[in-house]
């Protein structure tokens, strides 16, 4: 392994291209089109798979429970139960845990591949030299598995809350005398929610990753700081004059303000304090946090004794 030290840095007098500013390593576009496309599917199936089931029913059971309302809600709902967790049952079966499973793992690999490759590119780019930089440093396998196993357990949430969510609609919707078309738009509408709900899951998820990844490979390749740069438009937190100036963790504010290594600049291992809010990594700064860390690299775009 080869770390970007005093020694390995001097190598770089040999180098034949100009040293440049690292690129930013960005959350992996593939990784999140997979996890977010697979989640679509999952929410699309149990929506479709939910409709098959209720429709029916509703419409056999209509004039009962619309006779039935404030009365009892006996008889009706034990069959309209019955039929909602049929379904939902397939959706914490063993086999949908093992696809899951699947899901969750291609989704950590596919952004932990794109984040080596990504990382080691920069990196050599910016110092000219190309540094066999550890593709899986220590530790990294542990937090990969973590990431797959907390991966698994938000994908598990998605068909959990919905189905609770669905009992509640249909329920609450036969006992007030609805028409099968009314309760059936309600849930619609929960499988919206759903279905946005998957969508900030594999956002989050990948960004975090990335976040997470890059600064465990910074810290592995010897690289102590870490330049904040925020995504310079107008949905950036705290940004005066953009869409959410007043936000409680300012990724403006972090980008600007100065603890002492210069302006934006970080310890890769301890992050950004902002507000006594402490250990702010950029890209986990809040959720959906688009900042990045930029590696600072001694010579090359670090320059810490010129004062
Ligand atoms: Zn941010």
Redesign the pocket.
Known sequence: MEKLTATNLAMMEQRKKKPRAPKPVLPSQEAERYYSGQLRGMVRLMAGELVKALEPELKRLKRDYIADAMLTMDGWTDEVLAAIRGVSRRFSSSLFESQIQRVAASTVSRADADNAEDFRKSVNQAVGVDFQLITRPRGMQDYLEASTAENVNLIKSIPDEYFKNVETIVLGGMKDGLAPTAIAKQIQEQTGVSARRAKLIARDQVSQLNSDLTRQRQAAAGIEFYK?V??GDQR??GAPGGKYPNAK?S?WG?ARQDIGYGVGIYKVADGATWKGVTNLH??K??IL???VGLAQIPGVNYFPDKG
């Open positions: 904040a925020d995504a950036v937190s963790i990724c972090i950029p890209g700064h809040h946090c688009r900042c």
